[in-house]
């Protein structure tokens, strides 16, 4: 059983175990390392995916937006873990571009971690997860029409890497900061495609 995720350097190194380990490494094999019996990490990887230079692929944010749409509405019912079809979880990502992704933001990791803390913990558990999960379910609504405006899929994934990194850690100031990027995000998306 693999050990729940506590932060985003854990994340980051099951994903980059993940690359190291396939040669052609999917999205159903980053899903393994990560474990698919909570929400937070799973977030939190559609999220990094989202963040990372790989949104910059063609059709990488909108297979992501679908992957959230899924794991989002399943946090709406009970079950044993998370399950994603087949065509979504062969979906191949590439294995060097995820790798100079890693390099990216590793750095960036220990420093966001060392931030978070348990803090207003009713901001990430109970009926505001059910909150959580419906703003994520809107944000990835809203990533396909983020592929025609460039750049703005790094809102929609720093929004969802918040949201899953708040649920981990149970911080609920970063919960409210990622109400504000997903505010944000969807104020720019609506002005540029206005």
């Known amino acids: 059983m693999t050990q729940e995720i506590a932060n985003l350097q854990q994340l980051l190194r099951r994903m980059e175990t993940a690359a190291r380990v396939h040669e052609r490494l999917t999205l159903g094999q980053v899903m393994q390392e990560v474990g698919t019996r909570s929400f937070g990490p799973l977030l939190l990887l559609g999220g990094v995916i989202v963040l990372s230079p790989l949104s910059g692929i063609p059709t990488v944010p909108t297979v992501m937006a679908i992957y959230v749409v899924i794991i989002a509405g399943q946090m709406f019912y009970p079950h044993d873990h998370f399950w994603l ?86 911080d609920g100031v970063l919960a409210l900061m990622a109400y504000g990027v997903t505010a944000l995000t969807v104020t720019i998306l609506i002005r540029t495609l206005l």
């Open 85 to 170: 079809p087949q065509w979504i979880k062969g979906r191949t990502l590439p294995r060097n571009q995820v790798q100079q992704g890693l390099k990216w933001l590793l750095p960036m990791a220990r420093g966001i971690d060392q931030l978070l803390r348990p803090r207003l913990a009713w901001l990430v558990s109970g009926a505001s997860q059910y909150l959580i999960g419906a703003l994520c379910l809107f944000i990835a609504l809203l990533m396909p029409s983020m592929e025609l405006v460039p750049f703005s899929s790094i809102g929609a994934g720093a929004a969802l890497t918040a949201f899953g990194l708040a649920l981990i850690s149970k």
